[in-house]
C-alpha cells in the first residue's frame, strides 16, 4: 500500500508569487485534505476535495485554491504569496465515504515566502 | 465552532517511563472522533491513535492508551514504558461527522521529550 506523497520537499518563492504544490493520495482513498502548519502551530484546515470538488472550506482567502485530479492526486495552488504563507503545508488523504474518518498525511511541503 | 486546547507546551520522561498528555475540547456535535497524532522532527504526522465519541471503551494500541472522558470533554493520551523514539509534538485533534467536509481540527501540540 503506497502512503501519501508530495511534492517538492522544500520550496522557496518570492512575495508576489505563485506556486503549486502537489499530493498524491494513498492508495484507495478518494478524498484530499489541505492543512497549513506555521512554526511552532497546530495544522489549520485549508480545504478538502472530494470527487474533484472542493468539499468544504477553512478560513483561507480565495487566493488559495485547489484541484483534485480523477486518480484523486491534488494540488494546492497560491497566489500572490505573502511573507505569512511561509509555512509547512500538509496533504492528508482519507475515505470517510466508507466510514474511515482517519486522516493519513504526507511528509509535507516547507514553503518560504522571502 | 470546535476548539482543541493542549495546556502543556512542553513534557519531559525518562525512558521506561509513563507519561499522561493533557487535551480538552469544546463542541456541540454527539457523533465526532478524537485522535492523537505524533509528528517527530522528520515532521511527518503518524497517527497514534483514535476514538470514537460513541464508544464507552477507552482505545488503547500497544504502549499508547486513551483516558476518553466524554462528559468533561477530557481526551488524554497515556504513554507507558516511554522510549526514545517516543520523543516528538504530539497533536490532538478533533472531527465532527456532521457537515459535507471531514476537517481535522487540532490542538496547539505538546512537545514531549523523553530521556535517559
Known amino acids: 500500500e503506497t502512503g501519501v506523497t508530495q511534492s517538492p520537499t522544500h520550496l522557496i518563492k518570492t512575495r508576489g508569487q505563485q506556486v503549486t504544490l502537489r499530493c498524491s493520495s494513498q492508495?484507495?482513498?478518494?478524498?484530499v485534505s489541505w492543512y497549513q502548519q506555521a512554526l511552532g502551530q497546530g495544522p489549520q484546515f485549508i480545504f478538502q476535495y472530494y470527487r474533484e470538488e472542493e468539499n468544504g472550506r477553512g478560513n483561507f482567502p480565495p487566493r488559495f485554491s485547489g484541484l483534485q485530479f480523477p486518480n484523486y492526486s491534488s494540488e494546492l495552488n497560491v497566489n500572490a504569496l505573502e511573507l505569512d504563507d511561509s509555512a509547512l503545508y500538509l496533504c492528508?488523504?482519507?475515505?470517510?465515504?466508507?466510514?474511515?474518518?482517519?486522516?493519513?498525511f504526507g511528509p509535507g511541503t516547507r514553503l518560504t515566502v522571502t | 465552532a470546535q476548539t482543541v486546547t493542549q495546556s502543556q507546551p512542553e513534557m519531559s520522561v525518562q525512558e521506561a517511563e509513563t507519561v499522561t498528555l493533557s487535551c480538552t475540547y469544546d463542541t456541540s456535535e454527539n457523533n465526532y472522533y478524537l485522535f492523537w497524532y505524533k509528528q517527530p522532527p522528520s515532521r511527518q504526522m503518524i497517527l497514534v491513535i483514535r476514538?470514537?465519541?460513541?464508544?464507552?471503551q477507552n482505545a488503547t494500541e500497544n504502549r499508547f492508551s486513551v483516558n476518553f472522558q466524554k462528559a468533561a470533554k477530557s481526551f488524554s493520551l497515556k504513554i507507558s514504558d516511554s522510549q526514545l523514539g517516543d520523543t516528538a509534538m504530539y497533536f490532538c485533534?478533533?472531527?465532527?461527522?456532521?457537515?459535507?467536509?471531514?476537517?481535522?481540527?487540532f490542538g496547539t501540540g505538546t512537545r514531549l521529550q523523553v530521556t535517559l
Open positions: 485533534a478533533f472531527i465532527a461527522l456532521t457537515g459535507t467536509a471531514s476537517k481535522l481540527t
Open positions: 476514538q470514537e465519541a460513541y464508544k464507552q
Open positions: 492508495s484507495g482513498h478518494n478524498t
Open positions: 492528508a488523504s482519507s475515505r470517510p465515504g466508507q466510514g474511515s474518518y482517519e486522516q493519513y
